[in-house]
């Protein structure tokens, strides 16, 4: 095979650019992976047998969530936060009834990009406990209650900030 230059390019030439051509490639399809997920976190309670937020390997992805991400919990489950922590929204049941725990003296925030987007939605079965609490759970969007299963059934909504 020629060049561009008219010069005669070797076997080895052409598999260099092969794997370089394939390398750039294997990146390129890992990267649209992870930013598939980005900002997303989904409960899977697969954790080392404790329902704590804290844990890493309660998540998909194996992140514990963040300021960035919208955290999802619809399992049988009671997750249990003890340190101080924040997400951009959480939205708990619809499917299954998962209990969401936040220990005494536990700050938290929910704060997504807009203040009229949901911080905290609470779909059918979902319950966020506070009793005996002493910190503070600051929502910096919308709470909005339902009975649904489904996102798009009616349910009331507020502003809270």
Same mark, same amino acid.
């Given at each position: 095979?020629?060049?561009?230059?008219?010069?005669?390019?070797?076997?080895?030439?052409?598999?260099?650019?092969?794997?370089?051509?394939?390398?750039?490639?294997?990146?390129?399809?890992?990267?649209?992976?992870?930013?598939?997920?980005?900002?997303?976190?989904?409960?899977?309670?697969?954790?080392?047998?404790?329902?704590?937020?804290?844990?890493?390997?309660?998540?998909?992805?194996?992140?514990?969530?963040?300021?960035?991400?919208?955290?999802?919990?619809?399992?049988?489950?009671?997750?249990? %936060?003890?340190?101080?922590?924040?997400?951009?929204?959480?939205?708990?049941?619809?499917?299954?009834?998962?209990?969401?725990?936040?220990?005494? =003296?536990?700050?938290?925030? =929910?704060?997504?990009?807009?203040?009229?987007?949901?911080?905290?939605?609470?779909?059918?079965?979902?319950?966020?406990?506070?009793?005996? =609490?002493?910190?503070?759970? %600051?929502?910096?969007?919308?709470?909005?209650?339902?009975?649904?299963?489904?996102?798009?059934?009616?349910?009331?909504?507020?502003?809270?900030?």
């Amino acid at each position: 095979m020629l060049s561009r230059k008219g010069r005669f390019m070797g076997m080895n030439s052409l598999l260099r650019r092969g794997v370089t051509a394939f390398s750039c490639l294997s990146v390129l399809l890992f990267l649209s992976a992870v930013a598939l997920y980005a900002g997303e976190k989904q409960w899977s309670g697969a954790g080392g047998g404790a329902s704590a937020w804290e844990d890493a390997g309660n998540w998909f992805p194996a992140e514990v969530p963040d300021a960035g991400d919208d955290v999802f919990i619809d399992a049988e489950a009671g997750v249990s %936060v003890s340190d101080t922590f924040s997400a951009k929204s959480l939205t708990i049941g619809g499917r299954a009834d998962p209990q969401f725990f936040i220990g005494n =003296f536990i700050y938290g925030t =929910f704060a997504p990009e807009e203040n009229t987007d949901n911080a905290l939605y609470i779909r059918k079965g979902g319950v966020v406990n506070l009793a005996d =609490f002493a910190g503070a759970l %600051v929502l910096k969007g919308s709470l909005k209650l339902s009975d649904e299963s489904l996102p798009d059934e009616p349910a009331f909504m507020f502003l809270a900030e």
